[in-house]
């Protein structure tokens, strides 16, 4: 097209972090790969969560922190696309927003990173009282209850900040990252240990890289969706509707862990109160193999928990949505609510 996508330059928007960085390269790497005619201009920028350091994530209480400035450049048309990390999306996006792509999940546990002191131990073989630093809510309040010898406490920055705070001064004996980030950053070998879900579900979206994109722009949205990884999309769908029908925010505990194994998907979700002592378990499971009907039409774009992904089955992402909020409704018959507002409330104080 002489005035459509090809003829001009698709600027996608990113955090600075050198982290952030590097997600957005790896997603217009595979857009170069499938486009090779097209020419991507990156355009970092700054984000609220990105500029206040000196408070704890949990206590800003502000739901889209690393992600309104890069809306708003989205909204103004400065930009075509932004690469979040998924897990930074709220489960309701502004309108005219949708994320148009969510790729292959990385591994969505959590690791711990020790002290070179501490190298080659566990969190079980750290001494009495010794501190692991965390800014998630959600880590801190299943570790505090497997893991009572130790202190959690509070820990902010990017990835290269918090690693230079544990390697460099004594405050912390290890500090808990998610995985993916790690990996990505190339520091695999720093990993120590990794949490499986007997030891700590995973945050919501965790692992996953999203595209955001203008609902209304088709052009750029068909381009995108080529990125979509089909189980992903049902996992995160899963995850984000329980994480919705919840009302969880960054402000209370709440952790999932999905798997989808011959066309069935399993999804585990779990509320805690802020030192763990108070929690709700369940895991669910429905069938998510469905024909791939032509659904263009009225219905084309439908949304699923902010997604759009067209080249994936209807009735599946249906039937992930409805998991999620199954699931919560079922936690939230047990109590969840009065555990997940007792959270907020201390959180607050």
Not at 195 to 217: F, I, M, S, T
Not at 297 to 306: I, L, M, R, T, Y
Request: proline share 4%; charged share 25%.
């Amino acid at each position: 097209g002489e005035n459509g996508v090809d003829s001009r330059t698709i600027r996608v928007g990113t955090r600075r972090s050198q982290l952030a960085r590097i997600q957005t390269d790896s997603v217009v790497m595979m857009l170069r790969e499938l486009y090779p005619h097209l020419r991507f201009e990156i355009v970092a920028m700054s984000t609220t969560g990105d500029k206040i350091l000196d408070t704890a994530l949990s206590k800003i209480g502000e739901k889209s922190l690393f992600t309104k400035e890069l809306e708003s450049a989205l909204e103004r048309n400065e930009v075509d696309l932004v690469v979040h990390s998924l897990k930074d999306l709220p489960t309701s996006l502004p309108p005219g927003f949708t994320i148009g792509a969510v790729c292959k999940r990385e591994n969505p546990l959590d690791a711990v990173v020790f002290h070179p002191k501490n190298c080659g131990k566990t969190l079980s073989l750290l001494p009495e009282k010794s501190v692991v630093g965390t800014s998630s809510l959600r880590r801190a309040a299943q570790l505090k209850k497997k893991f009572p010898h130790l202190e959690f406490r509070d820990i902010r920055g990017n990835l290269n900040t918090r690693l230079k705070k544990l390697d460099e001064k004594e405050d912390f004996s290890a500090i808990i990252l998610a995985a993916a980030g790690l990996k990505r950053m190339g520091w695999e070998n720093r990993i120590g240990q990794l949490l499986g879900p007997e030891d700590c579900l995973y945050a919501v979206g965790q692992g996953a890289l999203a595209v955001e994109v203008r609902a209304k722009d088709q052009e750029i949205l068909n381009m995108v969706s080529a990125l979509h990884d089909a189980d992903t999309v049902l996992c995160c769908i899963a995850e984000r509707a329980f994480m919705k029908r919840l009302e969880g925010g960054c402000s209370v505990p709440v952790a999932v862990n999905t798997l989808l194994k011959d066309d069935q998907l399993y999804l585990t979700g779990a509320v805690y109160s802020l030192d763990g002592s108070d929690s709700l378990k369940e895991t669910m499971q429905t069938g998510v193999s469905y024909p791939h009907q032509n659904e263009d039409g009225p219905n084309d774009d439908v949304q699923h928990v902010g997604i759009t992904a067209k080249n994936v089955p209807g009735q599946a992402q249906e039937a992930a949505e409805n998991l999620g909020v199954e699931l919560a409704s079922l936690l939230l018959s047990k109590g969840a609510k009065h555990i997940l507002s007792v959270a907020r409330q201390l959180n607050d104080a």
